[in-house]
């Protein structure tokens, strides 16, 4: 796999320094003891009220059926590199606390946070992920059977990286060498006020 550090103006921690988004997955069998970790580490995460909105509606290569479903959900495009991924999943939010009833407006937030464990656990074990909005929403809620108290926030594919680039069609071994931009911290960080930029700590 090819390694695309970050290029950071400050340290980090290796996992969120080497954390990238690949399309050359492989359909390689993740045990179920280091599947089952990913998920634990999603469990983790913090929310509001720790209410922990979230759910994970997954399938792997061995369940050709369940996969192809949510596969079926994708974008074509989208389709058309995730469909060798050893695992595919919908997150999902409940739209309101269970505690009171009331519409959770933190939610998606929450889902972004369990979500984002789970991927730095799995890089931790050489597994990398690729998130996407581009699927039907709708249809992944049909398809999953999801309750109309909950809403379907981003579709991933999940798996260890091919071994040989060459395995992968060319334009996408061009999309995985392509460079990593971020927006510079002075455009996004502001010190007291909204637009009072900082980028100097």
Known sequence: MMKKPADTHYPLTPLIR??????????????PEVLGSLFEAARWAPSSYNEQPWAFCFA?????????????????????????????????????FERNGKPNRHASHDVGLATQN????????????????????????????VPATHEAVAAIAFGYPVDDASQCPLGHQQRDAGGRLRKPLASVVFKGKFGEAEDRF
């Open 18 to 31: 080497d954390r990238w988004s690949p399309v050359c997955l492989s359909s390689r069998e993740i045990p």
């Open 118 to 145: 789970f991927f730095l656990q799995a890089l931790s074990h050489g597994i990398y992920c690729h998130p996407m909005a581009g699927f039907d929403f709708e249809k992944a809620k049909t398809v999953l059977e």
């Open 60 to 96: 792997t290569h061995d369940q050709p059926a369940e996969f192809a479903a949510i596969l079926g959900c994708l974008a074509e495009a989208n389709q058309e590199w995730a469909k060798n991924a050893y695992g595919l999943m919908i997150s999902v939010a409940r739209l309101s």
